[in-house]
């Protein structure tokens, strides 16, 4: 049976679990509530980057994307910071809903599959 991997783990998830060379990233949110969405998407962003990072990978080779946004009215701000951190033909297949977040403050949370 192939071994499945969990780093960062924690009492209530593991923020990454790799199996069968796909890596699956929990829902990546923001450190710093303080800061407004483009803020925050960045935050998110580069804790994508180096959670692919640690395990061999990157954005180029993510399989698919879910974003969740607590409000669309800001869409706009965080597609101008994802447009400027996501390479030009390699974007993944990608579905972004407005939700309502565990806190408040959160502006955005982003769920991700890649390839290792």
Partial sequence: MPEIKRSHVGKRLSEVA????TIYLAGQVPEDITQDMAGQTRQVLASIDALLAEHGSDKSRILSCQIFLSDMSQ????NEVWDAWVMPGQTPP????G???AQ???LIEVVIVAAV
Avoid at 75 to 78: E, G, K, R, S, V
């Fill in 75 to 78: 869409a706009a701000a965080m």
């Fill in 18 to 21: 790799v199996h069968q060379g």
């Fill in 104 to 106: 408040r403050e959160k």
């Fill in 94 to 97: 990608r579905a972004t809903v």
């Fill in 99 to 101: 939700a309502t977040l």
